[in-house]
Every structure is written in C-alpha cells, then in structure tokens.
C-alpha cells in the first residue's frame, strides 16, 4: 500500500482551520510530489465551501484555478482533496463517494465529532473505498 506522508505543521494548519469554519464543513486541495514509496503533502490549499453547509461541501471553482496555478509555480503536483466532517465519523459518506471522480487522487477526512481530531486518508473507486497508509509526521518522529 502506498504511504502518504504530511509533515505536523501541515496537520495542525488543517486542523485550525476546520475548526474556526465549524459549524460548517471546510475544505480544500493537496499538493505535493511522488516519492518512492507513494507520496508526500508538501502544501495544504484552504478553499472556500461554496455550499457554507454543516454536511457536504463545493469547492469553490476560482479558487481551485488559483490553486492549480500555485501549485505549477512551485513545482507541485495535485494530489487530492481534504474535507471536514463536524459530526460524523472520518470516512467517506455516500455523497463523498459519488462525488469522488479521481480514482488517482487521495481524499483526506478530518473527523471533529469529538475531542480529539481524526485523520484519515482514502482511495475511492467504483463505489469503493479503501483507507491509504496516511503518516503524519515531525522532526523527531519519522516512520
Ligand atoms: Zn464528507
């Protein structure tokens, strides 16, 4: 299985961010470069919910061109999408899966249903899905 890796910083902005949009879903898109063993998140775009909803969101069309374009200058490729939930579990719901047409792409789920924030990475395909080996990871903890 491939290893997504994201380094902590990358992480806590996620998570920060989420949480100053709850009630409603956050989102936004991952850039990053394959490695060897799969792939690693270099940069974390925060993008608009067009939908401003507590279950589903819409990525703002706008400013996901200015991400692509950002992500060009620096080098970086697309590598999927990361959403919120605010309260329900971090994996896909039947909406996230019929919206999930990239079987390339790696879909992150951050859950805010409780106190302590979940991660999870996922590849979605025909309906399918499976969860990615996602690492965060710092300077002193590497795995
Ligand atoms: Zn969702």
Redesign the pocket.
């Known amino acids: 299985m491939a290893i997504i890796r994201m380094r902590d910083h990358l992480y806590d902005e996620i998570v920060n961010y989420a949480k100053e949009h709850l009630p409603e ?1 956050a989102c936004g898109l991952l850039a990053g470069v394959e490695t060897g063993e799969g792939r690693e998140i270099r940069k974390v775009y925060f993008l608009e919910n067009k939908d401003h909803a507590e ?3 819409t990525l703002d069309p706008r400013d996901q061109i200015n991400a692509i374009r950002d992500m060009r200058a620096n080098g970086l490729k697309p590598l999927g999408n990361w ?1 919120s ?1 605010p309260s ?1 579990p971090s994996r ?2 039947v ?2 899966i019929r919206l999930a047409f990239d079987s390339k792409a790696s879909y992150l ?1 951050l859950s805010l249903m409780a106190d302590y924030p979940v991660l999870n990475s996922f590849h979605i395909e025909g309906g399918e899905w499976t969860k990615e080996d996602l690492r965060i990871y710092s300077e002193e903890y590497y795995f």
């Open positions: 879903e279950d589903h969101f959403h939930h329900s896909p719901s909406e996230d789920i």
